[in-house]
């Protein structure tokens, strides 16, 4: 099944470049937090970089995927990439002549993501071209697979380069993108020509004509409000919860939670795998599905707080989260016209950095009065309750429509 797809030329070029351009992504995001901290040796600076990594996507997110439906993709994929392997690698060139500072690395770094802010919905835009409907599901599944890959592998890979220097993750960096463009070059399709008023005031109203569009389309919007409460819900449980829970079970904390991700990762790697063995047409209640069996993962470890229960409910989370990932990403793929493919993907991409940010703050806070288990335990059952909610209002109301229609007895 696999080998097949890959005889595709486009499809081939596309996941290459994309899961190449991500490890560079994943290396270079490490590389400028040690080399903050390597420059200025505070906690408060690091953590101001680590600001300008996420921010552009909150500021930028959403004129990204307008300009992704605006311009030619994959020329504006290209120009993208040029941009960045001159960027990155004058961090190199600056750090050999000791002429690098905290403020140019900071700067450096915002444009960077701010150029990924248009990269990434673009790239994704592309793959409902360069596919048939019947290839998505395997498509998205190798491209999900080499994504979770790149975040298994980017750490193996960063411990071999600091044994030479921090300051070489950007010349691989670098070579990542030049490799990307390469593929890119690969790639050909044929783009709906478009002729609209690209104006700055266009730019808010294509947003606004966005927004006003999938709140119109039942199924975008559900999927929209679903996903940023599950994200919400899930971020602070997963990210820090867990981590913080370690430590009060265990005096080793960080490897426990190294070794859990691994075992999460492995189990998202093996479900990608998998999933288009079995399901071959998403839907919003196999989305819906994913959902539960996410919450109930987090519910499980939030209810036995053991660290053994812990791995369990990753694995269990491992399984549900890229049913649920897959299935979303396939519906905007199929629901959205394809000169609205940015704009669905970055307004996506919007909500889930707003969800983690706001998830991220609110817990913070909140953790200060409500232990941590209770906190799992409430997150992972909201989560169930939603899927479950919505999953039965949908089959409620698919089974009225069948009921109501007229019955055709000679078919």
Same mark, same amino acid.
């Given at each position: 099944?696999?080998? #097949?797809?890959?005889?595709?030329?486009?499809?081939?070029?596309?996941?290459?470049?994309?899961?190449?351009?991500?490890?560079?992504?994943?290396?270079?995001?490490? @590389?400028?937090?040690?080399?903050?901290?390597? %420059?200025?040796?505070?906690?408060?600076?690091?953590?101001?970089?680590?600001?300008? #990594?996420? !921010?552009?996507?909150? *500021?930028?997110?959403?004129?990204?995927?307008?300009?992704?439906?605006?311009? /030619?993709?994959?020329?504006?994929?290209?120009?993208?990439?040029?941009?960045?392997?001159?960027? $990155?690698?004058?961090? &190199?060139?600056?750090?050999? &002549?000791?002429?690098?500072?905290?403020?140019?690395?900071?700067?450096?770094?915002?444009? +960077?993501?701010?150029?990924?802010?248009?990269?990434?919905?673009?790239?994704?835009?592309?793959? /409902?071209?360069?596919?048939?409907?019947?290839?998505?599901?395997?498509?998205?599944? *190798?491209?999900?697979?080499?994504?979770?890959?790149?975040?298994?592998?980017?750490?193996?890979?960063?411990?071999?380069?600091?044994?030479?220097?921090?300051?070489?993750?950007?010349?691989?960096? @670098?070579?990542?993108?030049?490799?990307?463009?390469?593929?890119?070059?690969?790639?050909?399709?044929?783009?709906?020509? =478009?002729?609209?008023?690209?104006?700055?005031?266009?730019?808010?109203? @294509?947003?606004?004509?966005?927004?006003?569009?999938?709140?119109?389309?039942?199924?975008?919007? =559900?999927?929209?409000?679903?996903?940023?409460? $599950?994200?919400?819900?899930?971020?602070?449980?997963?990210?820090?919860?867990?981590?913080?829970?370690?430590?009060?079970?265990?005096?080793?904390?960080?490897?426990?939670?190294?070794?859990?991700?691994?075992?999460?990762?492995?189990?998202?790697?093996?479900?990608?795998?998998?999933?288009?063995?079995? %399901?071959?047409?998403?839907?919003?209640?196999?989305?819906?599905?994913?959902? &539960?069996?996410?919450?109930?993962?987090?519910?499980?470890?939030?209810?036995?707080?053991?660290?053994?229960?812990?791995?369990?409910?990753?694995?269990?989370?491992?399984?549900?989260? /890229?049913?649920?990932?897959?299935?979303?990403?396939?519906?905007?793929?199929?629901?959205? /016209?394809?000169?609205?493919?940015?704009?669905?993907?970055?307004?996506? !991409?919007? *909500?889930?950095?707003?969800?983690?940010?706001?998830?991220?703050?609110?817990?913070?806070?909140?953790?200060? &009065?409500?232990?941590?288990?209770?906190?799992?335990?409430?997150?992972?059952? +909201?989560?169930? %309750?939603?899927?479950?909610?919505?999953?039965?209002?949908?089959?409620?109301?698919?089974?009225?429509?069948?009921?109501?229609?007229?019955?055709?007895?000679?078919?």
């Amino acid at each position: 099944m696999y080998k #097949e797809l890959l005889q595709n030329k486009n499809i081939r070029y596309y996941l290459i470049g994309g899961g190449i351009s991500r490890l560079g992504d994943m290396l270079s995001g490490m @590389a400028f937090l040690f080399l903050a901290y390597e %420059i200025t040796e505070s906690t408060i600076y690091t953590t101001a970089m680590a600001i300008a #990594e996420t !921010a552009p996507y909150l *500021l930028f997110g959403l004129i990204g995927g307008v300009v992704a439906d605006w311009l /030619p993709r994959k020329k504006l994929l290209i120009t993208l990439d040029l941009l960045r392997i001159p960027l $990155i690698f004058s961090i &190199f060139l600056l750090h050999r &002549f000791n002429l690098l500072d905290y403020y140019y690395l900071l700067i450096v770094s915002f444009a +960077i993501q701010t150029i990924g802010c248009f990269f990434n919905p673009t790239h994704r835009a592309i793959l /409902p071209i360069i596919t048939e409907p019947e290839e998505r599901s395997l498509t998205n599944s *190798l491209n999900d697979t080499l994504g979770r890959g790149v975040t298994v592998l980017s750490p193996v890979i960063s411990v071999w380069l600091l044994t030479y220097g921090t300051i070489y993750f950007f010349i691989i960096d @670098a070579l990542t993108y030049l490799i990307s463009v390469i593929c890119l070059l690969q790639v050909h399709f044929t783009e709906i020509k =478009q002729e609209v008023n690209k104006s700055v005031k266009g730019v808010f109203f @294509a947003i606004a004509e966005f927004f006003t569009w999938a709140k119109r389309n039942i199924t975008i919007r =559900q999927l929209f409000t679903i996903t940023f409460l $599950i994200v919400f819900f899930n971020t602070w449980v997963w990210e820090v919860g867990l981590l913080l829970a370690l430590s009060q079970l265990s005096g080793k904390s960080e490897e426990l939670y190294a070794i859990l991700q691994g075992v999460f990762g492995g189990a998202v790697i093996l479900t990608n795998i998998a999933i288009p063995y079995f %399901i071959k047409k998403m839907t919003m209640k196999i989305y819906l599905t994913g959902a &539960f069996i996410w919450g109930a993962g987090i519910t499980y470890y939030g209810i036995f707080y053991q660290i053994e229960h812990f791995f369990i409910g990753a694995i269990l989370v491992g399984i549900g989260l /890229p049913i649920s990932s897959l299935a979303r990403v396939y519906l905007i793929q199929s629901l959205v /016209p394809e000169n609205k493919l940015g704009r669905a993907f970055s307004s996506n !991409a919007f *909500l889930l950095y707003l969800a983690n940010t706001i998830s991220l703050l609110f817990y913070g806070m909140l953790v200060y &009065f409500v232990p941590i288990q209770w906190l799992m335990i409430g997150s992972g059952i +909201i989560i169930v %309750i939603v899927s479950i909610a919505v999953l039965l209002t949908i089959t409620i109301k698919h089974a009225k429509l069948s009921w109501r229609s007229p019955i055709n007895f000679l078919k």
